[in-house]
């Protein structure tokens, strides 16, 4: 597509509940990164994908947080078993062959009540 | 560690006069730099990069900023300031050769231009 989609703009859950955000790059991007902005913070990394190897997990705040792109495109964030310090807006950028240009998505406001 | 300050919290600033937003980084290496902004409820956009050669870098909506190698810094700036760059901005490194391509952030700066 034309840009980065993210989906739903918008999530409320129960603590304790499971929630999967997904990502939709742009096309051709071989790199998708997931960042979390909380508020009053700056964007905090969590993973990165770079084609077919292993994803950078070094920023994932706990084993609750799993992620996953399938077939190199759409990516899949997982966090299991809400808290409602996971409350913040997820976002999910992309990047091109020449690897400057990063593009975010509009994000993912989660609110765990 | 490798980190970006903005010093500034928030920066207010009248319609019509310069601006600048501040960023220093402690990387190492020769990083890339970017600076961002975000507009409430939407993600952010690609403002400029400063990635070699001309250490002044234009970008989107008339900013620019300048690459200051001696001083770590890469401080946003536009001449003339419009109620409409309201927004949050956002200063970004990514170390050269560093961990997969991943930038850091800072914490972001609040830019109020009052008309």
């Known amino acids: 597509g034309a840009g980065v989609s993210q989906s739903p703009s918008n999530k409320v859950t129960e603590k304790g509940k499971d929630v999967e955000l997904r990502c939709d790059p742009i096309?051709?991007?071989?790199?998708l990164y997931w960042y979390r902005q909380s508020l009053g913070q700056g964007l905090e990394f969590l993973i990165y994908f770079q084609g077919n190897s292993a994803p950078d997990k070094s920023g994932l705040p706990s084993d609750r947080f799993s992620a996953e792109r399938t077939g190199g495109s759409v990516s899949t964030l997982t966090i299991q078993r809400t808290q409602q310090e996971d409350s913040a807006v997820y976002l999910c950028a992309s990047l091109g062959q020449n690897n400057y240009g990063y593009t975010f998505g509009s994000g993912t406001r989660l609110t765990v009540v | 560690a490798q980190s970006v300050a903005q010093p500034e919290d928030q920066v207010n600033v009248a319609e019509g006069n310069p601006l600048t937003v501040k960023c220093t980084y402690s990387v190492s290496g020769n990083p890339y730099l970017f600076w961002y902004v975000q507009y409430p409820n939407r993600g952010l956009q690609f403002l400029l990069k400063y990635i070699t050669g001309d250490n002044l870098v234009k970008g989107s909506y008339g900013f620019e900023a300048e690459f200051n190698k001696s001083q770590t810094s890469f401080h946003l700036k536009k001449p003339s300031a419009l109620v409409s760059d309201s927004a949050l901005y956002f200063c970004?490194?990514?170390?050269?050769?560093?961990?997969?391509?991943?930038?850091?952030f800072g914490k972001g700066t609040k830019l109020s231009v009052k008309p």
């Open positions: 970004a490194v990514r170390p050269y050769g560093g961990s997969q391509g991943n930038l850091i």
């Open positions: 096309s051709g991007h071989t790199a």
